[in-house]
Nanobody
Framework: EAQLVESGGGLVQAGGSLRLSCAAS????????MYWVRQAPGKGLEWVAG???????TYADFVKGRFTIARDNAKNTLSLQMNSLSPEDSAVYFC??????RGQGTQVIVSS
């Protein structure tokens, strides 16, 4: 069964950093585009960053220069290094593959 499991969320002060991880299983990870998306309370899903199977990294404008997406095809993992966090970054963060499979999410809370 295809599965994505996120981890690494938590409570951090504004200006701080967190590193999110996503472990993939049950599908050929290296052939999939992978994404991070987030959902803030009362809002819809918002695309954050993507990493294609060809190695291209893309970012939403609001995270450029602060977040870095990475993948390790040997370990079937996706990560998101988040620096200079602000309260507006508070959300549940999900990793997602190009089939639309999404994990259960990991919550990030940034206090002011």
């Amino acid at each position: 069964e295809a599965q994505l499991v996120e981890s690494g969320g938590g409570l951090v002060q504004a200006g701080g950093s967190l590193r999110l991880s996503c472990a993939a299983s049950g599908f050929p990870f290296k052939y999939y585009h992978m994404y991070w998306v987030r959902q803030a309370p009362g809002k819809g899903l918002e695309w954050v960053a993507g990493f294609t199977q060809d190695g291209e990294q893309t970012y939403a404008d609001f995270v450029k220069g602060r977040f870095t997406i990475a993948r390790d095809n040997a370990k079937n993992t996706l990560s998101l290094q988040m620096n200079s966090l602000s309260p507006e970054d508070s959300a549940v963060y999900f990793c997602q593959n190009s089939d639309g499979l999404r994990g259960q999410g990991t919550q990030v809370i940034v206090s002011s």
